[in-house]
Every structure is written in C-alpha cells, then in structure tokens.
C-alpha cells in the first residue's frame, strides 16, 4: 500500500448547473467534525441536499461486492514496478537511490538502495510526470465536455484517471495505471452492514458512511448531467459506479497537496509509493531551486531499509479512513477518538442554546477530538453551554462562539460556577463510548463471520482485525481522559469539601464567642 502525504481532507458532492457555461459548484461535507477545521476553500461551496443510497438494490444501503476495474495490480504485487520505473526513467525521472520493494509495512514501498543521509532530498520528480486538473487528456473531446462544465478538480481528475485507464496502452499513463492497485485500501470498499458491524463503536463508520455517499452522489450528478449526454464518450460500461469508487479511493489516497504551489494538488507517480511512518515529519513537496516534488529525510537510511514519509497530523481513524491500515497501538502522537456531545433534549434552554450554535454553525450534537493529552477548548466550551442554567442565558451565545473552530480569537472562556458540572457532562459521554468499545471487542472474539468462501472469510478477518484494532486505541484515549476528569472532579469536589469544613470551622467558632 503506497500513499502520499497531505491529501485534500473534504468529500465532495457537486450539483451540476443546466447551462454548461455556469458554474458547477460544491458542498464540502461536514463529516460531523467540527475540529479542526477543514480546508478554506470549503467555505466558497455552496452547501446542497443530496439523496443518494449506496446500494446497487435492495438491502438497506449494502454495496455489492464487485470484482472490480479491470486495470491495475493486486496491493501487494511488485508485478508492474520494473515497468513503471523503466517509463519514469525515460519520461524525465533523474537515478534514484531507492526502488519499489514488496516490504513488511504497507505490502510494497520505497526501500533504500544506497545509504540515504538524514536531511537529504530525494525523489525529485519532475512536473511533466504530475497529474493535475490541467493535465492532457488522451481523449481530449472528452476532456473538453468536462471543462465546459466547469468541473472542479476532484470529479474532474476522477474521470481524467477513468478514462485514461480506459484506453490502456493507449494512454500516456498506462504503466502507472498499471500499478497502482486495482482494489484501494479504502472504507469505500466496505459495506454498510460491515461498517454497521464492525465500526459501531467509533465515530469513523458515520464519516465513512458520509464519504461513501459523497462519491455515489457526485457519480449520479456527473452521469445525469454530462455522461447520458455524451455515451460515446463517456460509455457506462468504463464509467460506472465501480470504476468512479476506485478513482475515488485512488485520490483519497494519492493525491498529494503541495504547498509551495500554492496548494495545488496532483498525484505524484513513484512519489506516491511511500508509505507512512508515524516517527517521521517529513512531507511532499514541489522545491522550485530542482523544479521537482521532493522531501527531505529526518533519519538516515541503510540499504534494503523501507523509506518513510508522513501523511499529515491524523488519527488513527483518519488514516483508515483514507488509507485503510491502523498503526500500532501507542505509536501514533497524533492519534486521536472522536466523542460526540449533544444538548439535553429535557432542557428547559434547549431552544435558546440551539439557536445559539446554529449561529456559529455548529448543530445541537457535535463532535469533537480527545487526544491522550487532554482535548480542545473549543469542547471544554460546548460541556459549559449544555450544563449552563437558564440563569446564564446572557452567556449562551459567547459559549456557542467559542465552541466552534470558527472563533478565531481561540479565547479559551472559563465558568468556574459551570467547572464540575461541565467536566461530570464530557465524563458521562465518555463512559457511554467506553461502554461501547467494551461490548464490541468483547464480542469480537467470539464473533461469527458465518462465510464459506475462503477468500471472503480472509477479508473478513482482515476488516475484524483492522476495527479491533482502531477501536482499542481509541479506547485507550477514551481511558486516559477518564482518569483526568475523574482526577479532577475528586480534586473540585475535595476542594468544595475542603472550604466547607472550613467554614463550618469557623461558624462554630463565631457562635462559641456569642456564646
């Protein structure tokens, strides 16, 4: 499994105007995160209702498993490598110092050649090897319909990446199509009963159900709007469901944000080949001076080592998520768990608060990040909104600002009256996940898979141990911030404890002298 670093966060669904001259606009969903926040230019995209279902028929949102795009490599296959780097060679690759490996992490990766040295730059690949939203299409009347339509680059490079694997040889990218792998490691390939079964813990499922339905979405809008238009140049039997889910998980895990050109994003062949570490900080990125994509080492490297880089700051749910592996338990510092927190239906405020969030964007249950060292001001100030009596109301809506990630001042706001009850509200949400988790890994062990297929029960298996995996480290985080609130509760509450005795100490003292 080869990714890249620094992938567009945002799933998208577009609408498609009548007037092919107009724009097409976006809606970035929300993915029920309200932290951090997500990629500016969500905000020029206009939000819109989708209606889609995941399923090919019947069944409550299952997707059929397919056999899949007749193009591409098995994950683990090293089959087509040679090839890919004997074109790159001859399209304007300079000699590297590393080649693809079948390796221990990530089934095939970059493995050093030479010794490497730590703040050495490698890769330098060059422009003409990038895949951008301007590239060339072999097809080009294809190409032209798309632009007239004005699609933005997601859509656009998915279809760009159908279509050239849809010529095969004939295409200029034919040998990197031909290894990148045919099934990506993705949630868009699960199915809605195995996300319901076995992510129904974590809060990920409910972002992957949203991702899931943002690709079948945009695919519906593309073929109702410009490919029942054009069929000869964009026929159903290329362009369907299957090939746009395998664009998609191409893109979610390859496609490659550049800061240095201005954030633009490509994918990035041979350089999308490196697998992730979570010991390194080193990212992609285009170096003007070379004129090509590098990075720059943080360690050194032996020969026969695998080469790592990061794929960005993400939680262990982010990176299965878009890339579909979990790392070890504890090895990710910037691992994370989701909770959700929702106003008390009972409350005699309910309207008011709600009314409050919805100002600043935010939804009457939202979620937010626990990290193993504590979690964000922005959640400290929704657990003070949902316990602020009526008395307060004058304050809902400072809270409900500075609960979101739109409050740019970050002032982290403290009601002192609200501490205990405040920290005793996020203590309650987290024991519920915690309950949660527990039951699931539980039963996990004793879980029937109830498949006959031995092909089946391995990727059975496989999914099982990737949510058991997820599910124990974001328990462990749920954990650790169980024992802080708990921690300081006592602490309030034997504090409380503390200034009454006191006081009673001295009332006594006062009534022995009038005495």
């Not at 768990?337 to 919805?358: G, W």
Request: with cysteine; aromatic share 10%.
């Amino acid at each position: 499994m080869a990714e890249a670093s620094r992938i567009l966060q945002t799933t998208l669904i577009h609408t498609f105007s009548q007037n092919p001259k107009s724009q097409i606009t976006l809606r970035a969903h929300s993915n029920r995160r309200s932290f951090p926040p997500i990629s500016k230019r969500s905000s020029l995209f206009r939000p819109i209702r989708c209606s889609v279902t995941t399923a090919s028929g019947g069944g409550g949102g299952e997707i059929a498993t397919q056999i899949g795009v007749p193009w591409g490599c098995e994950t683990d296959s090293a089959e087509n490598a040679s090839a890919l780097q004997k074109w790159l060679s001859e399209s304007g690759l300079p000699p590297q110092k590393m080649a693809i490996q079948r390796v221990e992490v990530g089934e095939r990766g970059l493995v050093a050649l030479k010794n490497i040295r730590k703040g050495e730059n490698l890769l330098f690949v060059p422009p003409s090897l990038f895949i951008t939203a301007d590239s060339e299409w072999s097809n080009r009347e294809a190409g032209e319909v798309m632009k007239r339509y004005n699609v933005p680059d997601w859509p656009l490079l998915a279809t760009y990446l159908i279509s050239e694997a849809g010529l095969k040889s004939s295409s200029r990218w034919s040998n990197y199509i031909s290894a990148l792998p045919r099934q990506p490691y993705s949630l868009l390939y699960w199915t809605r009963s195995e996300l319901d079964r076995y992510l129904e813990a974590s809060e990920i499922r409910q972002r992957a159900i949203d991702r899931i339905n943002d690709v079948t979405g945009t695919y519906n809008d593309l073929r109702e709007k410009i490919f029942s238009k054009y069929p000869a140049l964009f026929p159903e039997e290329v362009f369907n469901m299957e090939s746009f889910k395998w664009a998609f998980g191409i893109l979610f895990s390859r496609l490659v944000r550049l800061p240095s050109m201005n954030g633009r994003v490509a994918l990035v062949p041979w350089a999308d080949m490196l697998n992730h570490s979570c010991e390194v900080e080193t990212f992609l990125d285009y170096d003007k001076s070379s004129q090509g994509v590098v990075f720059t080492t943080d360690r050194a490297y032996q020969p026969g080592e695998q080469v790592f880089i990061s794929y960005g700051k993400k939680s262990n749910g982010e990176l299965l998520l878009s890339y579909g592996f979990v790392p070890r338990e504890g090895t990710n510092p910037r691992d994370s768990v989701e909770i959700s927190l929702s106003l008390l239906k009972y409350d005699d405020c309910y309207k008011e608060k709600s009314e409050a969030l919805k100002k600043h964007g935010l939804s009457a249950s939202q979620c937010y990040p626990l990290q193993i060292t504590g979690w964000p001001v922005e959640l400290m100030a929704y657990a003070y909104l949902a316990v602020s009596p009526p008395s307060m109301v004058n304050q809902f809506d400072e809270m409900a600002a500075a609960a979101s990630n739109k409050n740019t001042s970050k002032r982290d706001v403290r009601y002192s009256e609200l501490e205990e009850d405040a920290l005793q509200f996020i203590l309650d949400t987290c024991e519920v996940s915690i309950s949660k988790y527990s039951k699931f890994l539980q039963a996990s062990g004793s879980m029937d898979l109830d498949v006959t297929n031995p092909k089946l029960l391995n990727r059975k298996l496989f999914l099982k141990q990737l949510a058991v995996d997820l599910s124990t480290s974001e328990r462990r985080i749920l954990f650790r911030a169980q024992y802080i609130l708990r921690r300081r509760l006592r602490d309030i509450r034997s504090g409380t404890l503390k200034a009454l005795n006191i006081f009673d100490g001295l009332f006594g003292g006062v009534k022995k002298l009038f005495n």
